[in-house]
Structure formats: C-alpha cells, structure tokens
C-alpha cells in the first residue's frame, strides 16, 4: 500500500499520473481543502477584524446622556408599566409602555415621595390617557413627541395642582403596539 501511495505521489509530480482517477480524485480533493481552508481563515480574520472594531468604535463614542442645554444632569425615575387598548374601530389595538421621568436631581426626593402617595391616580389617569388615544395619534416622531408633553403636564397636575411641577420631561423607555 506504502509503494501505490509513492508511486501515485511520483506520478502526480512528474506530471503523467493526471490520467488515473485516484490521482485526479487526489488533486481535486486537495485543492478543494485548500480552497476551503483560505476561506475559512479569511472569515475568522474578518470577523474578528470586524468584531474589534466594532468594540474600539462603541468605545470611543461618548456616552449619550439626557441632559438640558445649562449642562445640569437628570436623575431618572421609571413609572410602572403600562398596558392600554388603543382607541381604534374595528380593530382592537394594545400599546405597552414604559415612560421614564426625569427630573433634576435636588427634586428626586420630593418626586418620589409624591409617586408613591399618588400612585393608583397616576396609574390610572396615565391608562385612560392612552386608552383614549389612537393609534395614529401614538404612532410617529411628532405624535410621540406631543404624547410626552401631555403626558408631563398631566403628571405635574396630579402631583403639584397649581405649581410648578418637577417633572422636566418624559422620555420612553419602551413602547409597544400589538
């Protein structure tokens, strides 16, 4: 068997073992390995290549922060989850959402101590607020944006009636429309 493997070996070198079919099966079997070899290196390389620069470039990003033109930072405060079917005909719509509060940090105390005594009205005026609403008056940049805005109005009313509430913006945390 050693001798067929060397005589096959010489053969294909020499240039005249072409015609058998081991050796044409040899070659061919050969290159396609070598050909799947280089592209699997080629594939770690770049994967790895990518996966690097990827991690070096969400490095070198500054981190984005929610913060007032002044430079004063925001504490944020999460408000529970809310689940509301959506004002739509034909068609029952349910928008999921989690709204986050953000507040200066002096008044983060005092808001969170008005949360937790208000907490069921909040709750509820915050549902009825979505579940009147329609899916076009939820859905889009502008529309979201009038929601947030009404919906701190709403929440300065029910914690501070005829103050100047605390709340300084509502941001979303997670909206969701099935």
Known sequence: MAESEEQLANEIVSGDGGSTPK?????TGLLVLG??????????FVGSTLKQ???TSAAEQPEETDKPQTGQAFVYIDLDPVIATLNTPNRER???????LLVEPGDA?????????????????????LS?????EVSGELNMN???????????????PAQRGLVQRVEYKNFNIQ
Do not use: H
Request: charged residues 25%.
């Open 109 to 129: 105390e005092t808001l969170k101590a008005a949360m937790a005594q208000k907490k069921p009205e909040i709750n509820s005026r915050v549902l009825r607020y």
């Open 132 to 136: 009147a609403r329609t899916l076009e």
């Open 23 to 27: 050796a044409k099966l040899l070659v």
């Open 146 to 160: 009038r929601v947030a805005r009404e919906l701190q109005d709403l929440l300065n009313d029910i914690m501070w």
């Open 94 to 100: 349910t928008a999921m959402a989690v709204f986050t």
């Open 35 to 44: 050909v799947v070899g280089i592209c699997a290196a080629g594939g770690f």
């Open 53 to 55: 620069t990827a991690a």
